[in-house]
């Protein structure tokens, strides 16, 4: 049995905001474990010890790991039979100040992906076609590159009548 231990780096002065928090394998022999809950765009040390009839082991050295920002929360409607509006929510946490946004749209029916790049929270993308489903992304851009993209958003424009 593995246990690891892990804990939130939060600073310079006061290095580890909470206790170290254990999580324990759940069976003999297993060799991975997911730890939940971890807060986004948060650095966490971790190390393993493991643990026998003889008793408990050395622990690892520590890992530093960090988790990643949190996606924009993306919303769309379609206006029209040719353009969809978008909108998009900033990141609560991130690692900087946004730079810029780029969103990825794809027609369902061909599959290729496509981008554009935009600088503020909303977009209206024209010049699609009708009656057909697009998907779309968000991923935010900072000092240290992209973000996490946000779910894709399935919508299908209007037709005519």
Do not use: C
């Amino acid at each position: 049995m593995f246990i690891v231990n892990y804990i939130e780096i939060t600073g310079l002065f006061f290095p580890f905001r909470f206790r170290e928090r254990v999580v324990n394998t759940s069976r003999p022999g297993e060799m991975q474990v997911t730890i939940q809950n971890l807060m986004p765009d948060t650095k966490y040390r971790f190390r393993v010890v493991a643990h026998n009839s003889h008793g408990q082991g050395e622990s690892s050295a520590v890992l530093k790991v960090a988790t990643q920002a949190e996606a924009p929360n993306l919303q769309t409607v379609s206006n029209t039979p040719t353009s969809v509006s978008l909108s998009w929510d900033k990141p609560l946490t991130g690692n900087g100040e946004i730079l810029s946004y780029k969103l990825y749209y794809t027609d369902r029916s061909v599959g290729t992906e496509e981008d554009v790049d935009i600088d503020g929270q909303s977009y209206t993308m024209a010049g699609l076609k009708k009656n057909t489903e697009y998907s779309f992304r968000v991923v935010a851009n900072n000092k240290h590159g992209p973000g996490v993209s946000t779910e894709d958003v399935i919508v299908r424009t209007l037709s005519d009548g």
